[in-house]
């Protein structure tokens, strides 16, 4: 199942020709920080803050998000060791909705679950039945959540190996719904390995059970050991 098949509402792509990536066009600053680990150039950095009032000022205002926290959550993020890290600017508003979840705000985490919510569910259902999709998709909200914030982690019956999804990394390369369902995806796929995998070991030891060993020429463990 493709990425895009599981795709909500969720922020497309801006089309910010205004924020391009060039210093000529960012706004001035009389001095520049010295570098710090993390930091991004200055140019992207400053072509984010353009992008940000440019389309993603109601967005910010609803979630309370500033610029100065948006590049924050994108330099812990790592984007700045990542290739391109411009693209970032195309997913602006991603990149605020992100720091607002990252940041617990419940109207943010509403947002993101009216977007998705119904999509990851027909994902899941169509691939596990509709109880057990369900399910699932609802365990990946839970378990992102609490791996974004923090929280202590309960036991899940998340597979083995698949980490929650945290939001803290999210880095906005590319829109916050194709990043979140590659995770889910990735989950699900291991978790239809784990059944296929548990129901082979059923067949194998049904086929075990039901094995029977010919009468002639068996010697006992027994026996031999005599």
Known sequence: MATHEIQGTLWDETGTASCVMDATHA?????????RAGALNHVIADALRAAYFAEAGELATRYGVSSSAVVEHLES?????????????SHIRCAV???????????????LLTALGPAF??????RLDKARGIAFARRFWQDA???TLGMVPRPSGRPRGVRAPDL???AATKPLRHWLAERLLGSLETE???????????????????LR????????????AT
Do not use: K
């Not at 569910?121 to 169509?126: G, I, L």
């Open 27 to 35: 706004p001035a600053r009389a001095e520049r920080d010295e570098p």
């Open 77 to 89: 993020a790592g984007l700045a060791r990542m290739p391109r890290p411009e693209r970032a600017i």
């Open 97 to 111: 909705h992100a720091a607002a979840l990252v940041r617990g705000d419940a109207q943010a985490w509403a947002d």
């Open 121 to 126: 569910d027909r994902a899941c259902a169509a």
């Open 145 to 147: 959540r609490a791996s």
């Open 168 to 170: 803290r990394n999210f």
């Open 192 to 210: 239809l390995g784990r059944a296929a995998s548990a129901a082979e070991r059923l067949d194998a030891v049904q086929e075990v059970r039901t």
């Open 213 to 224: 060993l010919p009468a002639h020429g068996y010697v006992s463990a027994e026996a031999t």
